[in-house]
């Protein structure tokens, strides 16, 4: 039973701080490209960070970079982004994903994911 369970979303105040969690099972993670993606109402969805767990280095879009940090706990096979200096512009649903490609490739392909989560809600105000 694959899965992909997001915890931590919440309101928070412009300029605040959250963590979101991907806890994943039936799958080892550090044999997957990790991701978050986020979609905003009246936007499309959009790749936040991605990482491959078993080694290499993070990529980010630019709109948050030096505010968010993808990470992971191998053991407990689960997911982080920590998210700094939150703006209103961060507000929308946020979902975890892993894929099989290439984790270096240099834009994010949702296509490419195999598995979601069911999102977690992420309000600025």
């Known amino acids: 039973d694959v899965q992909l369970v997001e915890s931590g979303g919440a309101t928070v105040q412009d300029g605040g701080s959250l963590r979101l969690s991907c806890a994943a099972s039936?799958?080892?993670?550090?044999?997957?490209?990790m991701g978050w993606f986020r979609q905003a109402p009246e936007k499309e969805r959009e790749g936040v960070a991605r990482?491959?767990?078993?080694?290499?280095?993070?990529y980010y879009v630019d709109s948050v970079k030096d505010r968010f940090t993808i990470s992971q706990d191998n053991a407990k096979n689960t997911v982080y982004l920590q998210m700094n200096s939150l703006k209103p512009e961060d507000t929308g649903m946020y979902y975890c994903?892993?894929?099989?490609?290439?984790?270096?490739?240099?834009?994010?392909?949702?296509?490419?994911?195999?598995?979601w989560g069911q999102g977690t809600q992420v309000t600025v105000s």
């Open positions: 990482i491959y767990t078993g080694g290499g280095s993070p």
């Open positions: 994903a892993a894929s099989e490609y290439d984790c270096s490739a240099d834009a994010f392909r949702a296509d490419r994911f195999s598995y």
């Open positions: 039936g799958f080892t993670i550090s044999q997957y490209c």
